[in-house]
């Protein structure tokens, strides 16, 4: 291990240990390690947008390719900055729109042709009897299930009578569902510390072992 | 876009004008991003000049900002160490301050769920306790000990977990949730449309 | 025998910690707890076998499927923080690709970390099985607003992603000049952290028919059961656990699987705890019930 590969070893051991003193108690090494993170975080935005967007999106083609009419979407994203001004803060809207009027156009379609209509397809299939016994409980479980978390979900009427019974079978369907959340949540989590313990255990533990032998 | 779908015809003006307009959004969508850079920059810089509670660590975040940011935007015929790419400034900091503490933050919720889950994780009522027994049937599962632990019990405990709690009653809550959501997102898309729906503009 | 003994103390000291959580309220204590459950493992391994869910089978026939030399669009849309998760992911599809001569593509549609970790893993894969840039893989990087990207790419791709993550245009790049929009893709195989994956479903799937496998993380994977029963997905992994199944399917046992030690014991000990809680909640329940005379 080079005097390099050590030091930067040691520094992400030294900014993953002060955030984890979070744990013990709020302390000024968790507070730097948090605000510079902050900042790299937002710093790197700032890199990336101006190469990946501004340089390879825009003024590449716009020079080399003689798309001169990339100036347009530039002007546009220049526009959203008069957000900072109370006067023109009107003017952004124009951007905005262009976003959400493009961003609309996409979900209408996606939305309902990619989402609902194969969703309701694939819960009517489900019914399908080559699948014998077993098939047709595990049938009966999702379509009950998806009618009762519609039906839970939908507050246009007040859930009484049939209405509330039927909403109550979806809040045990949806019980089950978010337990099952809960516990890939429980996994997720512990996923991401054990990603941390295992730099520290292999490669700031091997650091240290190397300086001692 | 609606348009387009319907009619995709490539070479059409048409076929050409979408992926334009497209190209378009993504190039405004990074000024956007830039816009929360900025405002950032502004609050830290706010509260530095009035040296506010904290002030010291807002510089800090300032001059992060600074440090990342402008090598990355230099040429990198100037130096290797400008730029985005192998050697650069940029791609240190990020490889070895900005990603390790990105994952130690998200790495300490583990230890609150364990917290939450011993403090708060309660069988109160019928619900909870259903919500509950699922939760521990599936941590039991999606770890191979305990997946060992109910294949000694009956080998097609897993099975059955995942064919008729995940793929039954999740899978139906799940399709329940994404078919309501998504009626919501195009009903949301078609006010935006018409002119009904204006809020994302502050009216 | 020393293994046992060391795992029984492992027990003793969850038991004691936890004990002291319910008797000084301090959550100190469980922190402790938790902490020693998951790096106890990395001392005293516990090698468990690792068994593959019928999602995860899914995905790797399907890659398994194509016929060598296909082209497939791995993405990273990823955040550094899911790194343990996804980075695995990531590296058992690369070993698969790479491994059947497919032509990758690259991509990612997260700003934060997305491009760096995508070059740097690509890179690392590609020179284990001594893949050249251009030729046989190519990172085209990021851009923002996923949702024109994804759209925008269905199209041309070149107008979306001029060039490649370093600036080179897609039109000097040898393996870019057969690879147009998603009709010249074999398949997708998207590791990611967040919604998109609703986007890749919705959007590249159901309007370009292009078959979509994911790897996902745990806290995502519940919801796209939904996608998989309608058949609009193509395999699914889950986590970390996902990700070890993937390694062992292509038999490179790697960090994911590694992992599986300290996520059991940790599992265990929070099944542990929320028993724990509820058989204290329970007897103080009846122990207030008792004083209140049997009356509510």
Sequence with gaps: MSLVEFLQIWIIAFFTLSLFSFLYKDNPFYKLAEHIFAGLSAGYYVGLIWESVILQQMIDPMF?????????????????????????SWISRISLAFVMGTTAGIFLVSELHGKVLPQIQATMKSLDPSQGFAGFILALIIIVGVISTLIYFYFSKEHKGALGGVAKVGIWFIMISFGAHFGYTVMARISLLIGRVQFLIDDWGGSIVQLFS | MVVSFFFRAEGSFLGRIEPEILSWVTIVGGFTLLLGVVSIVRVNYTAVKRKADGWGYKLATLISVFVIAIPAMLPTGWSDQF???DGSIYKWLFNYLD????????????????????????????????????????????????????????????????????????????????????????????????????????? | MGE?????GLVIVGVFLLYKTFKTDDRRYIYLAVGIFVIFPFFIPLDIPVIVSPETQQLYDAVEALPDSSTVLLTFDYYASALPE????????????????????????????????????????????GKEYGIDFVNLGYKANYVAVL???????????????????????????????????????????????DYWMSIVNAQYQIEVGCGVTA??????????????????LGGMKGAAEYERLIG????????????????????????????????ERRKRFNQAGGAR
């Design chain 3, 219 to 236: 806290v995502m994977a519940p919801k796209y059961y939904a996608y998989i029963g309608s058949g609009q997905m193509t395999g699914l």
């Design chain 2, 83 to 85: 730029g985005r790419g």
């Design chain 3, 4 to 8: 046992v003994l060391a795992y029984i």
């Design chain 1, 64 to 88: 080399n390719n003689g798309k001169w009419w990339l100036v347009f979407p530039g002007i546009l994203g220049v526009l959203m900055f008069s957000r900072f001004s109370k006067n023109y």
């Design chain 3, 86 to 129: 996804t980075e695995p992911m990531s590296r058992a599809a690369l070993h698969h690709l790479f491994r059947k001569d497919c032509k990758v593509v690259t991509l990612t549609t997260i700003p934060l970390g997305g491009p760096s970790i995508s070059e740097d893993v690509t890179r690392e894969m590609a020179e284990i099985y």
């Design chain 3, 252 to 283: 490179k046992k790697d960090e994911a699987t590694k992992g599986m030690g300290a996520q059991s014991l940790v599992h265990l000990f929070i099944i542990f705890s929320v028993l724990a809680g509820n058989i204290i909640f329970f007897f």
């Design chain 3, 151 to 197: 759209k925008g790419m269905g199209s041309v791709i070149d107008i979306i992603y001029p060039t490649d993550n370093s600036g080179t245009p897609l039109s000097e790049i040898p393996m870019m000049k057969d690879i147009k929009n998603y009709s010249d893709i074999d398949f997708i195989y998207v590791v990611s952290d967040n919604g998109i994956v």
């Design chain 2, 99 to 203: 990603a390790p503490m990105m994952a130690t933050m998200f790495a300490m919720l583990a230890f609150y769920i364990a917290s939450a889950a011993f403090r708060a994780f309660r069988a109160r009522n019928a619900e909870a306790t259903l919500l509950l027994i699922t939760a521990i049937i599936v941590m039991l599962w999606r770890v191979p000990m305990g997946e060992e632990f109910l294949l000694s019990i009956h080998p097609d405990i897993p099975g059955w977990i995942n064919t008729y709690i995940m793929g039954g009653a999740n899978l139906a809550v799940q399709r329940g949730i994404i078919i309501g959501a998504a009626l919501g997102a195009a009903a949301m898309a078609l006010r935006i449309m018409l002119g009904i729906e204006r809020t994302y503009m502050g009216k």
